[in-house]
C-alpha cells in the first residue's frame, strides 16, 4: 500500500516538474507582429480581414453536414440489416431516404444560387 502510494507521489512530482519546466521554456513573445496580422501570401491585406461573413458558405457547409452524416449513417444501417426485421429496416430506411430526397430538393430549388 504505502509502496503505491509513494510511486504515486514520485509520478505526481515528475509530470508536475515536467509541465512546470515546459511552460517556463516555451514562453514565447506574445506579442509577435506576425502572429497577428491575417496571412494573405505573405503580403498585407488591402481591405479588413474582418468582413462579414457570407450566409452562402454558412448554406453550403450545412448542407455538407447533412450529407456527411447521412453517409455516416448508410454504413451501419447496411449492416443492421441482418440484425433486424426487414419491416423494421424498411421504415427506418425510407424515412431516413425521405429526408435525403427533401435535401437534394432544397438544393435544387435554388438555394445555392450565388447572387
Known amino acids: 500500500m504505502y509502496k503505491i502510494f509513494f510511486l504515486l507521489m514520485i509520478y505526481t512530482a515528475i509530470s508536475s516538474i515536467t509541465m512546470t519546466l515546459a511552460t517556463i521554456l516555451s514562453k514565447k513573445n506574445i506579442y509577435e507582429r506576425e502572429k497577428f496580422s491575417p496571412f494573405e501570401c505573405g503580403f498585407d491585406p488591402k481591405k479588413s480581414s474582418r468582413i462579414p461573413f457570407s450566409l452562402q458558405f454558412f448554406l453550403i457547409s450545412i448542407l455538407f453536414l447533412i450529407f456527411d452524416i447521412e453517409i455516416a449513417f448508410i454504413?451501419?444501417?447496411?449492416?443492421?440489416?441482418?440484425?433486424?426485421?426487414?419491416?423494421?429496416w424498411l421504415i427506418t430506411s425510407l424515412?431516413?431516404?425521405i429526408i435525403l430526397i427533401i435535401d437534394l430538393l432544397r438544393m435544387k430549388t435554388g438555394s445555392l444560387n450565388w447572387t
Do not use: A, G, H, R
Open 95 to 97: 424515412v431516413f431516404f
Open 75 to 88: 454504413i451501419p444501417m447496411v449492416i443492421s440489416i441482418n440484425f433486424s426485421t426487414l419491416k423494421l
